[in-house]
């Protein structure tokens, strides 16, 4: 799937559930979607989050010591396991710390699973940084901090979001 079909798909979730709103709120975008979100104590030092499907039973797991804008971040990337990756059958994805990297194509070995990760962090991206709203937003100020906090994503996150836009020439 291509970075504008993803984009697309994260986009109409937000318009079909009315949620096209600063700062997005993915816990209501996985409510909307029938999406249980729980935190969770890994047993493993670098599992983030993980994402199942039994039957209709959705459930995202979070690290429960990741900080808020971490979090947001994971639920939006395991929405997009499910809306994008688990359409048939029971599955589950176990997301290591790596698979919310940001990744691209062109980058070393590409493979199946690691397509799977770059699409989720795609749509994560443009749930919580929807194009549009960042436009608007960054034609009043172009501050990353202040960008970031009224996403409510990192610093780091609002800066690869603005170079894919073509808003900025850094972290490209
Ligand atoms: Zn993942």
Redesign the pocket.
Known sequence: MRRLEVERNARNILRDHNLLQLPVDPLKVAHALNIRVMNAKFSEENKSGVVSKRGNDLSIYLDYDDPSWRKRFTIA?EIA?IVLHMLEGDSE?I?AED?FRNTSPEAGQWTDEKQK?WE?NVFAAALLMDGDLVKAEWSKTHELSLLAWKFQVSETAMAIRLSTLNLTEEYV
């Open positions: 990337h396991h994805y997301d698979n990760e989720a």
